[in-house]
């Protein structure tokens, strides 16, 4: 299947998906300069240096929060790989709940223990107020961290499946799948399609496999897509589409109309 990753010569493979991700990451940096560029000429040598004194700190931690994201992500390509759907199913809740708990805690922890983290720091003190304040706004948001690829099942906005009034998520996908309604997956096992395949009723029998869901492409679309083409594609069919939050959040922003 085109797109799929346990196939076909590794090299070629993890190029095509490593790439993009490097990509992104030398992209960061142009932002991080930029932040950098904008705090010296416009703020201030106080703002700079407080700016770059909690660099290390914020770093650390939210590494913390980035490595057991990743190490989740290796443990659920261990399940797909071995076709384990409920052990994969069983990890994405399990490390969903768990991240998201321990983000809470160190969000609280660092509100609670800030002047103490200051002092450990040796934090000078003309820099200090500035540095305090600094934290705090990066801090209100390091939930924001672990909730970037946090999902999301947007659709039409007349919800004909009615998924605003199911109690779960999985429920909500039932009513899709009973009732035949458009659904628009990215079938390029990436992470929110994995996430989409844990959904779906089980004797639906639908996974990554072309023939699994052969009998309902009346309703039920494998795109092999980006997820900012799948969105405008889902739009366009009047479907639903399971998208992760930033995603959905530019879509909007860029005059989306996804429910």
């Known amino acids: 299947m085109k797109g799929d990753l346990t196939k076909g010569p590794v090299m070629g493979s993890m190029l095509r998906f490593a790439v ?10 142009c932002y991080n300069v930029a932040d950098t560029l904008i705090v010296g000429r416009f703020l201030g040598a106080d703002a700079l240096a407080a700016v770059g004194s909690s660099f290390a700190l914020m770093t650390f931690l939210t590494s913390i929060l980035l490595g057991l994201c990743m190490g989740s992500g290796a443990c659920f390509s261990i399940r797909f790989g071995e076709g384990d759907e409920e052990g994969l199913k069983e990890g994405m809740w ?4 768990l991240i998201a708990g321990l983000a809470l805690a160190l969000t609280a922890a660092v509100y609670a223990l800030l002047e103490p983290i200051l002092t450990l720091l040796r934090v000078p003190p003309e820099v200090r107020p500035l540095m305090a304040q600094y934290l705090q706004v990066i801090f209100a948001g390091i939930l924001a961290t672990f909730l970037y690829n946090y999902f999301v099942l947007c ?3 007349g919800d004909p499946a009615g998924v605003r009034d199911c109690a779960s998520v999985p429920e909500a996908f039932a009513a899709i799948a009973d009732g035949e309604y458009p659904f628009l997956s990215r079938g ?4 929110t399609h994995t996430m989409e395949l844990s959904l779906w009723p089980e004797e639906l029998g639908i996974t990554a496999q072309a023939e699994s869901f052969a009998q309902y492409t ?5 795109a092999n897509a980006g997820m900012g083409a799948c969105l405008v594609m889902a739009e366009e069919l009047g479907g639903y589409i399971l998208t992760d939050k930033a995603t959905f959040l530019t879509f909007q922003a860029n005059g989306g109309i996804m429910g």
């Open 218 to 222: 009346s309703w039920y679309t494998s």
């Open 188 to 191: 390029d096992l990436s992470g």
């Open 155 to 157: 659709g039409p906005a």
């Open 20 to 29: 993009p991700m490097i990509l992104g990451n030398l992209l960061q940096q």
């Open 94 to 97: 399990v490390s969903f709940v």
